[in-house]
């Protein structure tokens, strides 16, 4: 399984931005399509973003819609998940996940990161 590590988490305020990080190692990046979850304390683990292998496609859930952006750079094994007009709700643990179908579902992801903290508050 190929391991995942998240960065760029932190406090923003109200209407700030942030971009997370995601490298990968230990597998073939390329042949996995990845996504994004993030989970707030006391609620399910939610569907954020998700893109193909190749990055030519991309899907949102519909609170993050027009805001977030995925995307992915495969030479540098890396995903990245670019956070806009952030607000108070989106405060929740980010976790970065690797797998092979292309789903929102969470249980379909094999491999997962530790998480990294985003913070949304004034």
């Known amino acids: 399984q190929v391991q995942l590590v998240e960065s760029g988490g932190g406090l923003v305020q109200p209407g700030g931005s942030l971009r997370l990080s995601c490298v990968a190692s230990?597998?073939?990046?390329?042949?996995?399509?990845m996504a994004w979850f993030r989970q707030a304390p006391g609620k399910e683990r939610q569907f954020v973003a998700r893109?193909?292998?190749?990055?030519?496609?991309?899907d949102y859930g519909i609170s993050v819609k027009g805001r977030f952006t995925i995307s992915r750079d495969n030479a540098k094994n890396t995903v990245y998940l670019q956070m806009n007009s952030l607000k108070p709700e989106d405060t929740a643990v980010y976790y970065c996940?690797?797998?092979?179908?292309?789903?929102?579902?969470?249980?379909?992801?094999?491999?997962w990161g530790q998480g990294t903290q985003v913070t949304i508050s004034s």
């Open positions: 996940a690797a797998g092979q179908s292309p789903s929102s579902d969470f249980r379909q992801y094999d491999s």
């Open positions: 230990g597998g073939t990046f390329n042949t996995y399509r």
């Open positions: 893109i193909s292998r190749g990055g030519s496609n991309v």
